[in-house]
């Protein structure tokens, strides 16, 4: 794929380095001057309450809307993402909120979505595209057959399914999730835990959006919590208790005496970083 390259990344060195990134809408600043570090192998939980801006910061990332002002770096280089391609270009892939999906086309369609594979005659090579498909949507779910009916018909776990694939088959090194086990069920959910644990192995880095505690503690390696647009702080997810951190959220209030942690200490994080290929279901 063509990010193969993209995963040989430097532990000690940021994936992602977002410095002092503001957005306004009209009026609103829904994102006031926030930095934010990921590194390869880590998960990084951003939290905040409903219109803290979590998820208009990752969009800006995402490619989705332009930056008002502030700079992003990837793996050291400074860039500017101004379209969803460009972002992908960069190995960043996003599983919104919403997911995203085109609720008419079916699970292959939307696998490929964009990316469609062609044959030689340039006509779209279906069969190659529904063979790659099975192969990755079958590793996150083993009984997930019908990927030729419309996505609209799917349960939610299965339409979970085909956003995450998308980041799995290409080869994501710097993935978004926007709160994705909102919709699902138990067993869903630790699916996806499982996955994200996996990816982490794999030395892929990984902004978590989400509301749910457990997921926080389970998942996260560190934290960053903002309100109101700002940050509030960055902390080692091991350092903080959850009323420190629904202190954060909820009053804007940093927790005494612990110290915050813009960067990841990356020997907790144990990525390799080198071995990205294994997670993808290449031809
Ligand atoms: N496209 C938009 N146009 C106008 N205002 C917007 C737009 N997107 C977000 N906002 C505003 O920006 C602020 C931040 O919103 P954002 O969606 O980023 O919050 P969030 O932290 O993701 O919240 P939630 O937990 O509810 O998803 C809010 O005040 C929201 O109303
Ligand atoms: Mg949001």
């Known amino acids: 794929m063509a990010t193969d390259n993209l995963r040989n990344t430097d532990a000690s060195r940021p994936l992602v380095e977002l410095k002092d990134i503001r957005k306004s809408f009209g009026g609103v600043k829904a994102v006031d001057g926030v930095s934010v570090n990921l590194y390869p192998g880590e998960v990084v939980a951003l939290l905040g309450h409903n219109g803290a801006g979590k998820s208009t910061l990752m969009k800006m990332l995402a490619g989705a809307y332009p930056i008002d002002a502030g700079d992003t770096l990837i793996a050291g280089e400074k860039v500017n993402i101004r379209t969803p391609a460009e972002?992908?270009?960069?190995?960043?892939?996003?599983?919104?909120?919403?997911l995203a999906l085109a609720?008419?086309?079916?699970?292959?369609?939307?696998?490929?979505?964009?990316?469609e594979k062609m044959?030689?005659?340039?006509?779209?090579?279906?069969?190659?595209?529904e063979v790659q498909a099975r192969k990755v949507f079958q590793r996150l779910n083993k009984n997930f057959s019908n990927i030729r009916?419309?996505?609209?018909?799917?349960?939610?776990?299965?339409?979970?399914?085909?956003?995450?694939?998308?980041?799995?088959?290409?080869?994501?090194?710097i993935l978004i999730m926007d709160e994705p086990c909102a919709a699902l069920g138990p067993e869903e959910t630790a699916m996806v835990g499982r996955l994200v644990k996996q990816l982490k192995d794999d030395g892929v880095g990984i902004f978590l959006i989400t509301h749910d505690m457990p997921d926080v503690f389970s998942l996260s390696d560190r934290l960053a919590v903002m309100k109101n647009g700002k940050l509030v702080g960055t902390y080692r997810?091991?350092?903080?208790t959850e009323d420190e951190v629904l202190g954060m959220i909820i009053?804007?209030?940093?927790?005494?005496?612990?110290?915050?942690?813009?960067?990841a200490i990356t020997a907790a994080t144990g990525a390799t970083g080198a071995t990205g290929a294994t997670v993808t279901a290449t031809a």
Do not use: C
């Open 87 to 98: 972002a992908q270009a960069q190995g960043i892939e996003t599983i919104y909120q919403t």
């Open 103 to 115: 609720d008419n086309l079916d699970s292959v369609a939307n696998l490929f979505l964009g990316r």
């Open 119 to 129: 044959t030689a005659w340039n006509t779209l090579d279906d069969h190659f595209m």
């Open 149 to 173: 009916i419309p996505v609209r018909r799917l349960s939610g776990g299965q339409r979970q399914v085909v956003a995450i694939s998308r980041a799995l088959y290409f080869n994501a090194r």
């Open 237 to 240: 997810t091991a350092d903080v």
């Open 251 to 263: 009053a804007g209030k940093r927790p005494e005496g612990k110290a915050q942690a813009p960067h």
